[in-house]
């Protein structure tokens, strides 16, 4: 992102709240006297202070209060926290019982949520095009015009609450990972109801990719949409699989080279830094070898998807493979081609909890390790629905939090946004009339990414929009007000 020392002979154009986003935000675009884009700021106006909340509280307690942060991810918090705190009691490798019940719990977070933003958030925009009726772009227009697909929607997203439920007691901030384990076994009866509707989410969710790809695929002016070209952070297994759960860190650059591999994440400090900026409370995170003006990088299902050398189950293979064949075997930097690698990602979820169910393992008993090592730091990692998720806490000799710093997916994202957020306005801006087209492109842009700019905030597309385009001197040179019903007025 350009900055500009000469901000007096600057016009501010604010887009303010965002809408069909985790969340607050808003955005800003400065213009210099030709009506060029001198700046673009996504802003975060919210502040949410875990980490510093959590100060003073024993450590065990941290995976059920930082579950707080969202009511969408959830469970991705929790297990972050709980990889963390197993360290913090030395243990390296839980029972095969409580990793395949804590991995199911995560597959069931992520197709939920995948769900939500695909089919609630972003197919409007998908299927109607930007430029359609305001106000039948949105989730009722979805259910008018595609009932059968909306339901679909909404039952995947019920599917991958029942099995949270099923582990964790309820389906938002119930409890399970404890330190060293899980706090309960999953029941015959709970995993043979799972079981009596996972063919019906296997066949929606690859019906899902089909859709997606047809959507990218056929669609040109999709392709260079709020383009960039970024590296890419993800975790790996071993192999170089996709894996949303334990793994090592892989660092691939523009161009496609390997920056680091499998990685331990215990060690990130000394990969990654974080920049503060005065106008944002979202830090500004990028990779150490790079510096802060070249290393920033994507994180989430376009990552993972450019990141992995294959994936572990068939059909989410073949998907992947048809996607890295798009971009000719090379990296898929369309920012568009979020939405298809997210698909991608909730088939192999599909797929993982089909193979997880059927596993003995996964009503077993043993759900403990116990150890009498007792450490001072731990750090958890986990592949959120949006991203790389990194949660560190350091304790005392009383096992209270003495510090703790969480980067979240959406602040790993925080450059690219800005990003996409001002190659969008080159593009569309004409400096001096605010048009309906410019607010929805760059709501399209930001909505791509699929952040969670808080935790407790959904409006689905019913938040009234304002903006304003103000000139050097003050002046107000064009005004436009979106009402929740959809309607504009000037």
Known sequence: MKENKKRQNLRRVAIDPITRVEGHGKITLLLDENSRVQEARLHIVEFRGF???????????????????????????????????????????LTPTAEKLRRLLHFGQVLQSHALHFFHLSSPDLLFGFGSNLAHRNIVGVIEDYPDLALKGVKLRKYGQQIIKAITGKRIHGTAAIAGGMNKALSLEDRNGLLENINDILSWTQEAVTLNEQIHTSHAENHNFAAIQSHFLSMVDGEGALELYHGGLRATSITGEKIFDQFDYRGYQEIIREEVRPWSYMKFPFLTELGKENGWYRVGPLARLNSCDFISTPQAEAARKRFRAFADGGLVQDTLAYHWARMIETLHCAEAIHDLLHDPDICGTDLMVHSNEKRKEGIGV?????????????????????????????????????????????????GNEITEGLLNHLEVAVRAYDPCLSCATHALGKMPLQVELIGASGQQVDRLFKHSDGTIER
């Open 382 to 430: 986990i592949e959120a629905p949006r991203g790389t998720l990194f949660h560190h806490y350091i304790i005392n000799e009383e096992g209270l939090v003495e510090k703790a710093n969480l980067i979240v997916s959406t602040t790993s994202n925080n450059q690219a946004m800005n990003e996409s957020v001002r190659a969008v306005a080159d593009a569309y801006i004409d």
């Open 51 to 93: 980490e510093k909340f959590i100060q003073g509280r024993p450590y065990w307690e941290v995976p059920f209060f930082v579950q707080r942060l969202c009511g969408i991810c959830p469970v991705s918090h929790h297990l972050a926290a709980a990889k963390a705190i197993d360290q913090l009691v030395g243990v390296e490798q």
